[in-house]
């Protein structure tokens, strides 16, 4: 199995092959993931919900970050890993996006992501020229739900879509490799992947977006807490964890998943 690389999933882009990914926590899911060639694994702040049972992302540190991606990096040869930068680990100054993220990529990431569009386009450009690639998360951003108001959809405004859009474009010309967009409408989707030309990988975002990606906990309906819209139950019809894995890919890359009733 060759290695998904950021140059490969640009490859991706530009052939339309749809990315997967999903998050991933420890050595054991990884293996498995790795087995179903699921493309790029992401050591998700969510772990503060489905792991620590806390109901946001906000109280996960770095040390629990460091941890998780060294548990996923032992068990992994094929998939991508994306280390998500925790709340209050980037923020203050590209200076101090650098001294995390390198403690990421020295667990082994081998890439690393940030919640933010125009905002931290100057922190990306900073990291993206040390070395560092970069995956950029617009759209609903968990770590500012306060500032959000909530949980909600986000570009349902003609001006919310061109912000988007704008802060795609400006991750984009930043250096970043991918973007992750979450929870908008099918056809906020749809334009800000044409907006751009790295990939958009999507969560409630629609089928239109270059790639797809759920919290595993979700999809094989392992957490208890309320799911959202965009998350498909895989292991209703499937007989192992392996099998709900490998038909979440086998659906993301026919164009299947999702379907109507996970979209806005």
Do not use: W
């Not at 020229?129 to 951003?141: A, D, F, K, S």
């Not at 998350?231 to 993301?252: G, P």
């Amino acid at each position: 199995m060759a290695k998904v690389t950021s140059a490969r999933l640009q490859t991706m882009r530009v052939d339309k092959d749809p990315v997967t990914m999903l998050t991933c926590t420890d050595a054991s899911f990884a293996g498995m993931l790795d087995k179903a060639e699921v493309d790029m694994f992401l050591i998700g702040d969510s772990l503060g919900m489905v792991i620590q049972g806390d109901d946001s992302t906000l109280g996960v540190t770095m040390d629990d970050m460091v941890y998780h991606t060294r548990c996923v990096a032992k068990a992994t040869s094929r998939g991508l890993i994306v280390g998500d930068l925790p709340f209050g680990s980037y923020q203050k100054s590209p200076e101090q996006a650098i001294e995390n993220a390198t403690e990421l990529m020295a667990a082994g990431a081998q890439m690393v992501k940030l919640e933010g569009g125009v905002v931290m386009s100057d922190t990306v450009r900073f990291l993206v020229e040390r070395g560092i690639p970069v995956c950029g998360h617009i759209g609903l951003t968990p770590q500012s739900v306060h500032a959000l108001g909530g949980f909600k959809v986000q570009g349902k405004s003609e001006e919310a879509i061109n912000d988007l859009i704008v802060a795609a474009k400006a991750l984009e010309q930043s250096g970043a490799s991918a973007i992750v967009l979450e929870l908008v409408p099918n056809d906020v989707g749809r334009r800000v992947t044409d907006a751009i030309n790295i990939p958009v990988i999507g969560i409630g975002a629609g089928p239109y977006c270059s790639g797809q990606v759920l919290n595993l906990y979700d999809m094989l309906d392992i957490y208890q807490g309320r799911k959202p819209k965009f998350v498909k139950n895989f292991m209703a019809d499937s007989s192992s964890i392996l099998d709900a894995v490998k038909a979440y890919v086998t659906e993301v890359k026919a164009g299947t998943f999702p379907g109507p009733e996970h979209c806005f």
